[in-house]
């Protein structure tokens, strides 16, 4: 079957492309199964100099990668660039972490225990619409420099930067076979690869609901699985904040990518006493983001992914936001910056938008705000703002989610590992964290006594 893709921005078709199904999955495991004994023969200062040559590859490809992803997803240029560049430094990363992953050598009666580090045979990659090839890179990245070899399975509505990775992948002189990309349906090829006997893990980025159904699959074969998910994150702005700069970066902490971010500070959490005070400031700071042509320089924002998307995300917002933007007239799947006062018992403080919405809930003191802050099934990221160095340390410890800001609005880093509290998910992506994800520990005893 032929998929259409489509340009979100204009809402016309830029590519066509086979839809694989569960015969071409198959077939995807098994040309992964057959590269694995090589690939994971390969010296690991080899492997390394393969990545490095992709890193490179990825770099000198930079402006024609980050225009497909702009183009696909609907990102504003500049961003799109910035995301590519996280993928070359992702490959460079584990390029040079491949041999400092080391096993201990223990000391045990009657000899000497070590460990090592095996890679765990073929993985499936399962990755959402709305940082594809990034989302990809920080799996790929760990998965082969660890020795396994990969079937990547991108979202169907933006499969085009992981086939064009693809052939970068094997002009980098990695083997055919270490790397499958398989274009089709989650629910067809994604959910074939989460059964298949043969996979050895998936590591999976996407909804939660989605989530709970690759763990279940996943436990016929007792797989593997990482699972990052969908986030409903809080930006906490105490009184004795740099309120105008709390302000000034708040807007982008939920509308960057168009609010489709599992990251996206989307509950903003302001202490009482400056509440007005800092309101008047937000509303100021998010009609300055600029929501436009993505293939524009000066764009900040973009369109949502899909109609079905901005429907969903309307469904969200009555008829009276505190604030709403303008959006360009015509074709495009175009959603307005929004800002709505909330409970954090409404709906829309408790489920994941994941567009350009955000609720602004007051709270009482420090107590309360950690409250707020932590009643949500969700853990995955957030930001204080404070200029009290204990209190942050403070707050950073009692809230229950895997990533956090401190008087900045984002804390994604490649050195730094990523990954949820609670339904956010579990395992770690980037950061020296990610390789035991896509390893196991193998404890040998040798006797030194006869
Ligand atoms: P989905 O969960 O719908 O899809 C994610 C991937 O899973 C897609 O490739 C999809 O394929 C595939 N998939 C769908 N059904 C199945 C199935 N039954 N078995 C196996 N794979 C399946 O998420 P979205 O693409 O809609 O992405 C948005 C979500 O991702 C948000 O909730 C967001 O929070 C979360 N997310 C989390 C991140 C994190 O790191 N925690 C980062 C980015 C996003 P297809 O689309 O082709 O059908």
Redesign the pocket.
């Known amino acids: 079957m032929t998929l259409t893709v489509l340009n979100p921005a204009t809402e016309e078709p830029i590519a066509e492309l086979e839809q694989a199904g569960v015969e071409e999955a198959d077939a995807a495991v098994s040309r992964a199964k057959e590269a694995y004994p090589a690939w994971r023969a390969v010296a690991p200062a080899d492997r390394a100099r393969l990545l490095r040559r992709l890193a490179v590859l990825v770099e000198e490809h930079g402006e024609e990668l980050a225009g497909i992803e702009s183009r696909n997803v609907g990102k504003p240029i500049s961003g799109a660039r910035g995301e590519v560049g996280m993928v070359s430094q992702v490959f460079h990363f584990y390029a040079g972490a491949i041999d400092k992953h080391y096993g201990d050598t223990i000391p045990v009666a009657g000899g000497v225990a070590a460990t090592f580090r095996e890679p765990l045979g073929v993985v499936g990659l ?6 594809p090839l990034n ?1 990809a890179s920080w799996k790929l990245g760990p998965a082969l420099a660890c020795g396994n070899t990969v079937v990547l ?5 933006t499969p085009l930067s992981a086939t064009r990775l693809a052939d970068l992948v094997l002009e980098a002189g990695i083997p055919e076979g270490v790397v499958n990309v398989l274009v ?4 067809v090829v ?2 074939r ?2 059964e298949h006997p043969d996979v050895a893990k998936i590591g ?8 709970r ?2 763990m279940q ?1 996943a436990a016929g074969t007792i797989k593997r699985v990482t699972l ?4 409903k994150s809080a930006n906490v702005v105490f009184s004795d904040a740099d309120l105008e700069k709390a302000a000034a970066s708040a807007p982008y902490a939920v509308f960057d990518n168009a609010g ?3 990251c996206a500070r989307s509950r903003i959490l302001v202490e009482r006493s400056a509440y007005d005070r800092f309101l008047g400031l937000l509303v100021e700071a998010t009609k300055g983001v600029k929501v436009g042509d993505p293939a524009d320089e000066s764009t900040e924002m973009g369109p949502l992914i899909s109609a079905a998307h901005r429907e969903q995300v309307a469904s969200f917002v009555e008829d009276d936001p505190l604030y709403r933007g303008d959006v360009p007239a015509g074709a495009g799947f175009w959603y307005p910056c929004t800002l709505v006062e909330a409970t954090n018992d409404d709906r829309i403080a408790r489920e ?1 938008v ?1 567009g350009p919405v955000a609720a602004v809930i007051p709270f009482e003191d420090e107590a309360d705000a950690i409250r707020i802050a932590n009643d949500t099934p969700y853990g ?1 990221s957030g930001s204080i703002w404070t200029r009290d160095g204990a209190r942050a340390l403070r707050v950073s410890r009692a809230l229950e989610t895997g990533v956090l800001s401190i008087n900045a609005n984002t804390s994604v880093r490649v050195q730094t590992p ?1 990954g ?1 509290f609670k339904q ?2 579990f395992g770690r992506e980037l950061g020296m964290q990610a390789l035991d994800g896509y390893s196991e520990v193998k404890s040998v005893f040798v006797a030194t006594e006869g």
């Open positions: 399962i990755v959402p619409w709305n940082f989302i399975k991108p979202a169907e509505l089709g349906k989650g629910s994604g959910q690869l989460v999976f980025t996407g909804s939660t609901e989605v989530g159904l690759v699959g990052e998910l969908g986030g489709q971010d599992c994941e994941f995955l990523f949820g956010s998910g």
